[in-house]
C-alpha cells in the first residue's frame, strides 16, 4: 500500500520555485477518463444511430442521473409557438413586443426588459383560464379586431409591467423552413386571447 502512495505521489514533483509539475501521463490519464465521461453523456442524449458503445445499455441509467438534462435545456425549439403581446389604441392594436433580445433598443442585449416581459406574459397566462383562448387562423391584426368586447380582468403583478389596459395575446406558430418561400408571413397566428389588464 506504501508503494502504491509513494508511485501517486512521484508523479507530482515540486520545483524549486515552489509551482507543482505533472506529469505528461496523468494529464493524459484525466482528459482520457473526462473524454469517455463527456462521450457517453453525448451518446446518451442524441438520437438513435449506428454507434454503440461498449456497456451502453449498462451504464445508461448512471449516465441519466448524473447528466440529465440532454441538449433541450440549453436550446429552444425554434418551431415552438410564440405569445406576441399587443394593446388597444384609439388607432388600432399596437405591438408591445420587446423582443428580438439582441436589437438596438435592447442595447443588444444588455437590457433584460424584454426577458422580463416573457415572465410578464406567462404569469397573465397562469392567471387566465384556458377558455379564454379563442381559435383564429387569420391575419393577427384580423384576430384581435374580431375578438369582442368581453375579456377577463386581470392584475399585474409584475414589479415594471409593460401591459396595461386592453391587451391582446395572439399565439403564433414560425412557418417551418422548408415553406419559407409558399408563405408571405414568417409567421401563422393560431389563437389570440383578449384581457384587461390593470397595473
Request: net charge neutral; charged share 20%.
Amino acid at each position: 500500500m506504501n508503494s502504491k502512495i509513494r508511485a501517486a505521489c512521484a508523479a507530482f514533483t515540486r520545483s524549486g520555485n515552489g509551482a507543482v509539475s505533472v506529469s505528461l501521463k496523468s494529464v493524459v490519464i484525466v482528459c482520457a477518463t473526462w473524454s469517455v465521461i463527456v462521450l457517453y453523456a453525448v451518446q446518451e442524449q442524441v438520437p438513435k444511430n449506428v454507434i454503440t458503445l461498449p456497456a451502453q445499455n449498462k451504464v445508461k441509467h448512471t449516465v441519466v442521473n448524473i447528466a440529465p438534462q440532454g441538449w433541450a435545456f440549453f436550446t429552444k425549439s425554434p418551431r415552438d409557438p410564440e405569445v406576441v403581446p399587443y394593446k388597444k389604441t384609439p388607432e388600432g392594436w399596437q405591438t408591445l413586443s420587446l423582443t428580438p433580445h439582441a436589437s438596438p433598443h435592447n442595447a443588444f442585449g444588455l437590457d433584460r426588459e424584454s426577458r422580463a416581459q416573457g415572465v410578464e406574459i406567462a404569469m397573465l397566462l397562469a392567471a387566465a383560464q384556458k377558455s379564454d383562448w379563442r381559435d383564429c387562423t387569420d391575419s393577427g391584426q384580423t384576430c384581435l379586431s374580431s375578438s369582442g368586447d368581453t375579456a377577463r380582468q386581470l392584475e399585474n403583478s409584475s414589479p415594471d409591467p409593460t401591459l396595461c389596459g386592453t391587451v391582446g395575446l395572439l399565439q403564433e406558430r414560425p412557418t417551418p423552413y422548408a415553406w419559407r418561400d409558399l408563405v408571405p408571413e414568417p409567421h401563422s397566428t393560431e389563437r389570440v386571447m383578449v384581457l384587461e389588464v390593470t397595473c
